[in-house]
């Protein structure tokens, strides 16, 4: 099953839209006016200022006191290179009980939240729902929680809960409640050291050599950090996840704390060490195929602990006994979150990463994940690399895993 335990990438975040009942904010409260305050919770929290932070927020909700508190705590504990927090158009009154309690004025505004941990090489970037009431002409912060009615979109994992973190050079670690900042680290520590030197060319100059991990409270927080809906990642242990736009965002590992539970320590050193080889190679952002993608991050994770790869293929090897061996290598639909194959397509992938390898070299087989991240197909990516076609390559698979299924 731990072939089946990586999401590759980011679940498609829920479009925004409006609600119904919304309308235009008040043209009262220019927008630079609420960015100033907002710009001075940032500073303040940052700072440690707590009674600066207090100051721009709202007691109307007595509920949003604990929230406040949460959000202060975390900012000003979290080892933070980079945090800028700026409003966009498209404020919206607030409607029904929620403009009782605060203000017929208040509103809800859009912001992007950009952070970056210590040492790492891009910050994160995500766009939250931040509401405002007034208060003598001034703005206050009085909600983070009136996001419009379908806009679930990822969220920083500070977002959702309490957290702790720790740092060991480019290695950082940020944890929920329940979670051992300590332990994490150290566990990270060895995957970095097991992918260190395993992926050479085809990390080329693109990783630090170190990663970000985040290990939410919960299933729901881990859920929440994707921006996914619910339980469509229950079962999967881990998502190397580009927190931001395309091609400029940090890559972090997110651990689903539910999965990771049930593993014994050589699991999650291999779930982490198979993250650790997307973050490498930034497969977020690549055009290689999926099975490669997967393929190759299992077949890294997998070599260096072969106590865990004892019985990864049976899922496939079965399906081979049953009906044969594959057509062809798995395509990448086989690999969303939910697919009922999804173990099958992961044995598939990494049965074909380790044929390379054990037939031509390891070398041989970072080489051809490179020529495909590179944008290269495979008809040509095999014959350069391998020195044979794209069928035949198929076809001594095939041979390959029929010998396995013979035992």
Same mark, same amino acid.
């Given at each position: ?13 829920? *479009? ?13 409260? *220019? ?30 909700? *007595? ?48 912001? !992007? ?173 690549? *055009?290689?195929?999926?099975?490669? !993608? ?114």
């Amino acid at each position: 099953m731990l072939l089946a335990a990586c999401g590759h990438g980011a679940p498609a975040p829920a *479009p925004s839209s409006p609600a119904a009942d919304a309308t235009a904010a008040p043209s009262s409260v *220019p927008l630079a006016l609420a960015q100033s305050e907002v710009d001075e919770l940032v500073r303040s929290s940052r700072a440690g200022d707590r009674r600066a932070f207090d100051a721009g927020v709202s007691t109307r909700d *007595p509920s949003f006191a604990d929230r406040a508190r949460l959000l202060f705590t975390n900012l000003s504990t979290l080892p933070l290179d980079e945090l800028t927090l700026r409003l966009q158009p498209g404020a919206q009154l607030l409607s029904g009980t929620r403009r009782q309690l605060l203000g017929a004025g208040a509103w809800r505004q859009p912001a !992007v939240l950009v952070w970056r941990l210590t040492g790492e090489p891009a910050p994160a970037e995500h766009t939250v729902w931040l509401t405002f009431t007034t208060e003598g002409g001034r703005p206050l912060l009085a909600g983070t929680s009136d996001a419009p009615a379908g806009s679930a979109v990822p969220q920083p994992i500070w977002w959702t809960g309490p957290v702790t973190a720790a740092v060991d050079g480019s290695t950082t670690v940020v944890v929920g409640a329940g979670q051992s900042a300590r332990s994490w680290l150290r566990r990270s520590r060895t995957a970095v050291a097991t992918v260190s030197g395993a992926v050479t060319s085809a990390a080329d100059d693109r990783w630090s050599g170190g990663v970000t991990v985040e290990v939410p409270a919960s299933r729901r927080d881990f859920e929440a950090v994707l921006g996914a809906e619910e339980s469509t990642y229950a079962a999967i242990a881990a998502v190397t996840l580009a927190e931001g736009p395309a091609g400029s965002a940090a890559v972090r590992v997110v651990v689903n704390p539910d999965v990771s539970r049930t593993l014994a320590p050589v699991g999650i050193a291999v779930v982490l060490a198979h993250e650790t080889v997307h973050v490498a190679t930034r497969s977020v952002d690549s *055009p290689a195929p999926t099975w490669a !993608v997967e393929g190759f991050a299992d077949q890294v994770a997998l070599h260096a602990h072969p106590e865990a790869a004892a019985g990864a293929a049976e899922p496939l090897l079965r399906e081979v006994r049953r009906s044969g061996a594959p057509r062809r290598l798995p395509a990448d639909e086989r690999f969303r979150a939910g697919e009922p194959e999804l173990a099958v397509s992961y044995a598939a992938s990494w049965s074909a990463c380790r044929y390379v390898a054990e037939t031509y070299s390891p070398a041989a087989l970072q080489q051809l994940y490179t020529a495909l991240d590179a944008g290269r197909p495979l008809d040509e990516a095999a014959p350069d690399t391998l020195g044979i076609s794209s069928a035949a390559l198929t076809a001594g698979w095939q041979r390959y895993l029929r010998r396995l299924a013979r035992g």
